[in-house]
């Protein structure tokens, strides 16, 4: 099923004339952000607020999961100095609350996650108090990436689920388990550190399905959780399936709750990243 014509409440505007300083920023520090990368439905709204997530390590993903619009193309070099124009656009936006994600790096020896860290503490040093989210790839399964990313203290690691497991064949590359085991392992590598996940919802699932998943989630200590409505980029891109209607989404949330997670942003705009800063 391919369904193309969006309901009423999924009707948000794009606005490029509410993004013109921050494009203007990252133009400026050769920086890119996912809010472009993935077409993302807030850009106006989180633009014109001086918010953005940014995407280090390039824009070139090794992996070819079929939902998601970043590049699939030979990656770029690693650029040693991103760090630092990371840590300079945090600090002229001022940022209380930043997100730093990156596509898939299959092809480096530790995944990224060194430039992560360094990354980490970059900000830090520039931006002492602002609270530092990384939303991570899964460094196929590699402790010792975790471990790397864990010991620069971010405040925040997150790891997306995506989807419940049936529907993994879209995440090319990628495992449902060793997904839950990112997120089990940063929590007993660092107890200090909150971890978070996320799912898309109107891929096909099922409720029960994605009950099933959060119950995982908070298995292995997952204490945030963000689920949003798939939104396909194209239509080359995976179909969505359905348009959940708000209700479902405040539902869940609910039920999330209930299950054990300590904030839950659940709606058809909600992204890992939307509203980063709330949760608590
Ligand atoms: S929700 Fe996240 S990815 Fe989307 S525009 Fe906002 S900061 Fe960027």
Redesign the pocket.
């Known amino acids: 099923m391919n369904i193309q014509r969006k309901p009423d409440w999924l009707r948000k505007k794009v606005n490029p004339g509410d993004q013109g300083e921050m494009r203007q920023l990252l133009g400026e520090l050769r920086l890119n952000?996912?809010?472009q990368q993935?077409l993302?439905?807030?850009?106006s709204?989180?633009?014109s607020c001086g918010?953005?997530?940014f995407l280090i390590l390039g824009k070139n993903c090794t992996r070819l999961c079929s939902f998601c619009n970043v590049e699939k193309t030979v990656p770029l070099p690693v650029d040693s100095d991103e760090p630092l124009r990371v840590a300079e656009a945090v600090a002229r936006l001022k940022l209380s609350h930043v997100?730093v994600t990156s596509p898939t790096r299959d092809d480096l020896p530790d995944g990224g996650a060194g430039i992560f860290a360094a990354t980490v503490a970059a900000i830090r040093s520039a931006s002492p108090s602002t609270r530092i989210e990384l939303l991570i790839p899964d460094f196929q399964g590699s402790v010792s990436g975790l471990e790397a990313v864990a010991a620069s203290l971010p405040d925040i690691i997150a790891h997306n689920v995506e989807t419940v497991p049936r529907l993994y064949h879209i995440r090319s590359g990628a495992d449902y388990r060793r997904s839950l085991d990112v997120l089990r392992n940063c929590s007993e590598i660092a107890t200090d550190i909150r971890t978070k996940s996320g799912i898309m919802l109107g891929l096909g699932e099922t409720e029960d399905e994605v009950l099933q998943v959060l119950r995982d989630l908070r298995d292995v200590g997952c204490t945030y959780l963000s689920i949003g409505q798939y939104l396909s980029p194209s239509r080359l891109h995976y179909p969505v399936q359905e348009y959940v209607p708000p209700e479902l989404f405040e539902s869940l949330r609910t039920q999330a709750l209930e299950i054990g997670f300590s904030h839950v942003e659940s709606g058809p705009y909600v992204?890992?990243?939307?509203?980063?800063g709330r949760y608590a």
């Open positions: 952000t996912v809010c993935a993302c439905p807030n850009i709204e989180c633009f918010q953005a997530t997100v992204r890992s990243s939307y509203h980063a």
